[in-house]
């Protein structure tokens, strides 16, 4: 499957990366044929956690010169399977850029690989113009899933009744899904801390997490995954 999928929002603190990490458990649960990378320069909490279990690899969207060529693997890696990419914050102008410096537009459909660009977005003010400047800008030349994260925020107001934004996200056919909240914040700040993949702290044998955590793990990723076969964001997958 020689697809694309950018996992980003442009906003920092809004969950790109927990959104990201949960895709990525996603596949490796369903067994499904996938390939990884991680863009955040700053954070690079998906490849930290993931990288043990899975095929990842680090790049860099960058206006720098010396860096120019850096993303390119992930395209070359997506010519021939699924890859999913984890995009840093104030990603916009270097993700522009990449996509017309080597008129991806173009050679993404000799090449036969679709784009899917997710924006994750906690409904406030600054990440909803970004997500108009990007329907604005990629237009019907990607897939669009808008993830409205209920781990960073609860209301969703401004989004749903914003109409400019819902004629654009009719326009080019946008996908909506609610991404759960896992709760507790103390188990939550120990994957991170311990660079734990979900699957490793849901092991019945680990001392990590006591059941109760364990259970609000299961619970999320079970939500999480049930919004994403309702959305079909993922179902054009191929199994290992």
Not at 25 to 42: A, E, I, M, N, P
Not at 220 to 227: D, I, K, S, T, W
């Amino acid at each position: 499957m020689a697809e694309a999928i950018l996992f980003g929002g442009d906003k920092g603190g809004c969950g790109k990366s927990m959104v990201c990490k949960t895709a990525i458990q996603y596949h490796l649960d369903k067994r499904l044929v996938f390939s990884c990378f991680d863009t955040d320069r700053s954070n690079a909490d998906c490849y930290r956690c993931y990288s043990k279990v899975a095929s990842f690899q680090l790049a860099v969207f960058s206006e720098a010169e010396r860096l120019e060529d850096s993303a390119n693997a992930i395209f070359n890696t997506a010519i021939n399977q699924r890859t999913l990419i984890n995009l840093p914050a104030q990603v916009f102008i270097p993700l522009k850029n990449w996509y017309e410096q080597n008129d991806l537009f173009e050679i993404s459909q000799e090449a036969g690989v679709k784009f899917q660009l997710w924006h994750i977005t906690d409904g406030g003010y600054d990440s909803l113009q970004i997500l108009k400047k990007t329907l604005e800008y990629f237009q019907d030349k990607v897939k669009y899933v808008i993830c409205k994260n209920y781990g960073r925020a609860d209301d969703f107001e401004a989004l749903n009744t914003d109409k400019t934004l819902q004629k654009l996200i009719e326009k080019y056919e946008a996908v909506t899904l609610d991404f759960p909240k896992l709760t507790g914040s103390i188990a939550k700040n120990r994957l991170d801390a311990q660079s734990l993949t979900f699957g490793e702290a849901i092991t019945p044998n680990t001392n990590n997490f006591d059941l109760i955590e364990k259970s609000r793990i299961r619970k999320f990723l079970r939500e999480a995954y049930a919004q994403f076969d309702t959305a079909g964001v993922f179902a054009s997958a191929q199994q290992s």
